[in-house]
């Protein structure tokens, strides 16, 4: 069983930059595959990046170009890098962990959720 803990959600404003952590404890290890996910009012959760168990990325196509997504192994991290944010970014962030090994950004394949963190981009 994994914890996972988001941070680093903050209001900012249109053109900023802002990193997202999602710490993981438990049974963790370098074999799951990570994902964020992202909710805005109004509209279902939806895949924004995601990183396999080869290290194979994929974004949306909204923010290819502007986020990345990263890990650090030795310290159970997850990383979104947000750059050049748009109000149409705001939402509520969540990491996810996944036992496959390329589940991409399909929502059901994700298998252990954090509680999330808000961003706000005005």
């Known amino acids: 069983h994994v914890q996972l803990v988001e941070s680093g959600g903050v209001s900012v404003q249109a053109g900023g930059s802002l990193r997202l952590s999602c710490a993981a404890s438990g049974h963790t290890s370098s074999s799951y595959s990570w994902a964020w996910f992202r909710r805005s009012p109004g509209k279902e959760r939806e895949g924004v990046a995601s990183i396999d168990k080869n290290d194979r990325t994929s974004y949306k196509d909204s923010v290819t170009g502007r986020f990345t997504i990263s890990k650090d192994n030795a310290k159970n991290i997850l990383y979104l890098q947000m750059n050049n944010l748009k109000p149409e970014d705001t939402a509520m962030y969540y990491c996810?962990?996944?036992?496959?090994?390329?589940?991409?950004?399909?929502?059901?394949?994700?298998?252990?959720w954090g509680q999330g963190t808000q961003v706000t981009v005005s």
């Open positions: 996810a962990a996944s036992y496959r090994t390329t589940p991409g950004l399909i929502r059901r394949w994700y298998d252990y």
